[in-house]
Structures are given as C-alpha cells and as structure tokens.
C-alpha cells in the first residue's frame, strides 16, 4: 500500500469515527496493519463492527474475502470516497454504509481476482446506503 493510499484510508477511518461521536455513538478505533474491523461500535446490547473503505476519487474499493462476514448481520462497510478532492479539508466525502450481507443480493459486488465494489454502483442505490447513518444509532423495531 502506498503512502497516499495509506493517508487516505488514515483519512476515511477518523473520518468516520468522528461522525459516530458527533452522533453519541459509543465507537472505538481497532489498532493494527492487516485488520478485518476497523471500529468496533457498541448499539444496545449489540457489538457492531466496521469496516472502513476509502478512496481518493470515485473508482473501485477493494474489498478481499468478505463472504464469511456477510453472513453476519452485526457487520457493516463504510465506503468513504473523497471524490477527488482529499487535498481540500473543507470538502465532504460520500459516504455509503452498506450492511455485509447486502453485499451480493444487491449486486454490488465485482467477482474478479480482488473482489472490489465500484462506487458507480454504489450512486445506484443512494437512497438506501449514502449517509445511512441511522443503521448505528436507531433502535430496530421488534419482530
């Protein structure tokens, strides 16, 4: 990973943990070089956990090995795209959170030698994903 693709994942991780606190999330920021969570976020008597995806301009985010944690409804991916502008500190990203388990029944997923999730296909389903910040916060209705 290069230094700017580093910076930039740096960059989409405080981003989103900064979010969480300025809305009264209970988040903590996991430490390491090859983690599968990247925050951890306590919602009730749930653990949710977090992975944080980001990118410079609009293009691919890889994603690896994600079929195991589809299977589980406490994980989720926050695809932070800085659209070009991560130089400018006064420039919002996109934000998509997408729970893991969305990821192939909403054919978001590109199968290749990396599996990646192309943020064109993300803009695909703004009304559902894009600043779903809600997922983290709101009470789930009982069953």
Known sequence: ?????????LAAEFFVMSALHRLGVNALLTLGNKKAVDIVVEKGADTLTVEVKGLASAGSFPIGSYTAKAQDKNHYYVFVSFLGKIGDPVCLPDVYIVPAKDLDG?????????NNVLYSELEKHTNRYKNNWAVFTKKEASK
């Open 1 to 9: 990973m290069s230094e700017m693709q580093y910076n930039t994942h």
């Open 106 to 114: 909403k054919g978001l997923v590109q199968h290749n030698k990396v």
